[in-house]
């Protein structure tokens, strides 16, 4: 995947990874809105993965593809059992984070502390290497706390790279470890787009992705004049209608109208599926209510499935009485559900 983009050119637009959201059943959503956009699971721990619930982990559906399990560690031996167990789920790329900034991970001593120990990373890279038979990918931030970033990052991109990572996604944000919280780093640590930039000037030969900061298509184009790939968190999770538009702008496919109602029928066959396996509504509609962001009916939209999708008993009739509050604007037509 990475190679091929490298060599003709071709751009990457990713979901990022995202610990409470990015779930197989959010993953499954924003397939049917792209073919093309690059779906990461939440980040999942090693150990979780060698002692757990392995399918309950690691099971997906299989239109999710193209899809990548983001793993945290920082033991070789751990990642590398971990990536041999996913090697029968199937995905198509291997990621270790190494930008998460919170307490919990810092305790286990990875994510964006491991910024600090680029060997560290540069070793389970290898060891991930040595098993996987997909692309191995790292995503980082600039620095940690009182680290100059416009040293630490070009030493570290070296180094994981030399011991075999395809492909590193930047978050443009330094971490900070001690004073602020998770939620405070997404967004008080300045971005700093120009030093991303750069690193993909210094190493035309390494893909090189960029996130942080990113809210719609028309930013994601123009950093993507500069890198090779780009990553959307929040903005395509809390607008996630976003997504219609990625395949016809970042991926050259024809412009078509999005089929809503086909949508809706889509998400309420899979509701009703995982329901009878089990499941509650309400853990399906949770990743919809970003949809239809400003279109008449949004807020009602919103209301339906926040309120009665937690219903006990609750099924995927609720999808559709949502959807049939919200009058839809194509493009071409208004038309009503």
């Not at 075999?164 to 787009?193: C, F, M, T």
């Not at 607008?239 to 538009?245: A, C, E, F, V, Y």
């Not at 395949?247 to 309420?268: F, K, N, Q, V």
């Amino acid at each position: 995947m990475y190679q091929k983009a490298l060599a003709t050119g071709s751009k990457i637009f990713a979901v990022a990874p995202m610990i409470d959201w990015t779930d197989t059943r959010c993953r499954f959503l924003h397939r049917q809105l792209s073919s093309h956009a690059l779906l990461y699971t939440e980040m999942i721990v090693a150990d979780a993965i060698i002692h757990g619930q392995r399918e309950k982990l690691l099971g997906y559906h299989p239109q999710e593809h193209p899809v990548a399990l983001q793993l945290g560690g920082s033991d070789p031996t751990k990642l590398s059992e971990a990536v041999k167990i996913a090697s029968d789920y199937g995905y198509d790329e291997i990621n270790l984070n190494v930008g998460c900034p919170s307490d919990r991970v810092q305790s286990g001593t990875f994510g964006a502390c491991l910024m600090r120990e680029p060997e560290t990373v540069a070793r389970c890279v290898a060891a991930m290497k040595t098993v996987a038979t997909v692309p191995v990918t790292v995503k980082c931030r600039i620095g940690v706390d009182d680290q100059e970033p416009e040293t630490v990052l070009p030493d570290f991109i070296s180094q994981v790279v030399a011991d075999g990572a395809d492909a590193v996604w930047i978050h443009a944000r330094k971490a900070w470890l001690q004073g602020l919280s998770p939620k405070e780093n997404r967004d008080v640590p300045p971005l700093d787009y120009t030093l991303v930039y750069r690193m993909k000037e210094e190493n035309p030969e390494v893909f090189i992705g960029i996130n942080g900061g990113i809210t719609d298509l028309d930013q994601a184009e123009d950093h993507l004049k500069h890198m090779d790939g780009v990553m959307l968190g929040r903005a395509a999770y809390h607008n996630t209608s976003i997504l219609g538009d990625v395949d016809h702008r970042i991926y050259g496919e024809p412009e078509t109208a999005p089929d809503w109602i086909g949508l809706r029928d889509t998400m309420m066959d899979y509701a009703a599926d995982y329901i009878a396996r089990g499941g509650r509504l309400n853990h399906v509609t949770r990743h919809m209510v970003g949809l239809f962001q400003g279109l008449p009916g949004a807020r009602r939209f919103r209301q339906i499935l926040s309120s009665d999708a937690t219903k006990p008993g609750a099924g995927p009739d609720v999808i559709s009485a949502a959807f049939s509050a919200v009058n839809f604007d194509t493009g071409f037509e208004t038309i009503a559900v």
